[in-house]
Each structure stands twice: as structure tokens, then as C-alpha cells.
T-cell receptor, first 113, second 114 residues
Framework: GENVEQHPSTLSVQEGDSAVIKCTYSDSASNYFPWYKQELGKRPQLIIDIRSNVGEKKDQRIAVTLNKTAKHFSLHITETQPEDSAVYFCAAPQTNTGNQFYFGTGTSLTVIP | DTEVTQTPKHLVMGMTNKKSLKCEQHMGHRAMYWYKQKAKKPPELMFVYSYEKLSINESVPSRFSPECPNSSLLNLHLHALQPEDSALYLC?????????????FGQGTRLTVV
């Protein structure tokens, strides 16, 4: 599948600080980049996504930036809260099959109250 | 209704058993997926159905057999599983099987093979 690298694998921040998670991908034709949040024992849920015709998208405390030249995209969470603690997965499509995206390795985020 | 419903939530089965996992959505989505997720790992794609036809099989062993009886239902038939097949099995759906559309996940079936 698509080679999607995600860093860091674990991240601890103090409540109120910002958190940044980065993903790089290999398929230059990829054009859709979702971020999923998975709380312990629950399903992955889409929190934000970006398409390749924009460089940044923001939704309240969450933002995603995309650098197509460098083939990386990042999730930014500001003013972190304990309920932001979860595993976050990026994903990128495998365009030569056209059918599905592949997940990054995940980042376990802990927000310390 | 934006739900993907999976049953059962938990399943324990022996290596000689035959069981089935079920997935249902009523969003009119024409693509449905099975993923396998081990603890602390990302979901791994197993199968993709597009318009009730199998379009992707990610080299999954034949002891896993998918079935899509209609556009709302997706089954995963299990037979002669191994303990290493224990995992969370996630179903997902999207409007079409294009990788630029949001996928909605079910809550998963936690499978234990003993």
C-alpha cells in the first residue's frame, strides 16, 4: 500500500499547550488527506480532512496544513484539553488503485491536566 | 442516519468454529470495507466492495470470506481461524469506492480466537 510515515509515535503535552503531528506520503498523485481520532476501545472518527487544492484548513482548535511539494501534512491542535487524549491516525490514498487510503502508524497523544 | 452498525460487539470463538461478523449501513453508500486492527496499530485494509462487487482483496487468507448480499449489508465469514487472528474488526462505508471521500466506521467487533 501507500507508504505513509507518521511522527511522533507518542506525544505528551500539558493542558493548554499545542500539539503537532506530521505525516509524509510517497504517492505524488494523492489528493485527499484525512485525520482520524480513535479513543480507547472506540472506532476511528474523522476529525478534519484536506484536499490538495488548499494549503490549510481550520476547524476551531484543530487545523491541518498540507505541503504538496514536500509531500507532508500536519495536524495542529491548539489549547489542548484532556479529552484530546487519544490515538490519531493520518491517511493518504493509493491513487494507482483508486479505491482506498492507507493509514499512518498512529500517534498516541496524552494531554496532562 | 450516519451510523455503521456492527454485530456482535464481542465474539469468542474456537479454532474449529464457523462464525460471521455483520455490518449494516443505511446512508446509501455504495462502497463498504473490512479492516483489521491489532492493539496499538493502525487499521489494516482487508477487503473493499464497490457496488456489491469485491474490488480489493489485500491478500487476506481464505479463512476470511467476505460477502455483500446487498448495498446495505456486508458480512465477514470466519472459519478455522488462528489465535493470531484475534483483533478488532472494523467495517466502514463511503459514498463510493474513491479514496477522496470520507469513510464512516462502525464501532467494531472485538474477536478473540481461543
Amino acid at each position: 500500500g501507500e507508504n505513509v510515515e507518521q511522527h511522533p509515535s507518542t506525544l505528551s503535552v500539558q493542558e493548554g499547550d499545542s500539539a503537532v503531528i506530521k505525516c509524509t506520503y510517497s504517492d505524488s498523485a494523492s489528493n485527499y488527506f484525512p485525520w482520524y481520532k480513535q479513543e480507547l476501545g472506540k472506532r476511528p472518527q474523522l476529525i478534519i480532512d484536506i484536499r490538495s487544492n488548499v494549503g490549510e484548513k481550520k476547524d476551531q482548535r484543530i487545523a491541518v496544513t498540507l505541503n504538496k511539494t514536500a509531500k507532508h501534512f500536519s495536524l495542529h491542535i491548539t489549547e489542548t484539553q484532556p479529552e484530546d487524549s487519544a490515538v490519531y491516525f493520518c491517511a493518504a490514498p493509493q491513487t494507482n488503485t483508486g479505491n482506498q487510503f492507507y493509514f499512518g502508524t498512529g500517534t498516541s497523544l496524552t494531554v496532562i491536566p | 442516519d450516519t451510523e455503521v452498525t456492527q454485530t456482535p460487539k464481542h465474539l469468542v470463538m474456537g479454532m474449529t468454529n464457523k462464525k460471521s461478523l455483520k455490518c449494516e449501513q443505511h446512508m446509501g453508500h455504495r462502497a463498504m470495507y473490512w479492516y483489521k486492527q491489532k492493539a496499538k496499530k493502525p487499521p489494516e485494509l482487508m477487503f473493499v466492495y464497490s457496488y456489491e462487487k469485491l474490488s480489493i482483496n489485500e491478500s487476506v487468507p481464505s479463512r476470511f470470506s467476505p460477502e455483500c448480499p446487498n448495498s446495505s449489508l456486508l458480512n465477514l465469514h470466519l472459519h478455522a481461524l488462528q489465535p493470531e487472528d484475534s483483533a478488532l474488526y472494523l467495517c466502514a462505508s463511503s459514498q463510493e469506492a474513491r479514496s477522496t471521500l470520507e469513510a464512516f466506521f462502525g464501532q467494531g467487533t472485538r474477536l478473540t480466537v481461543v
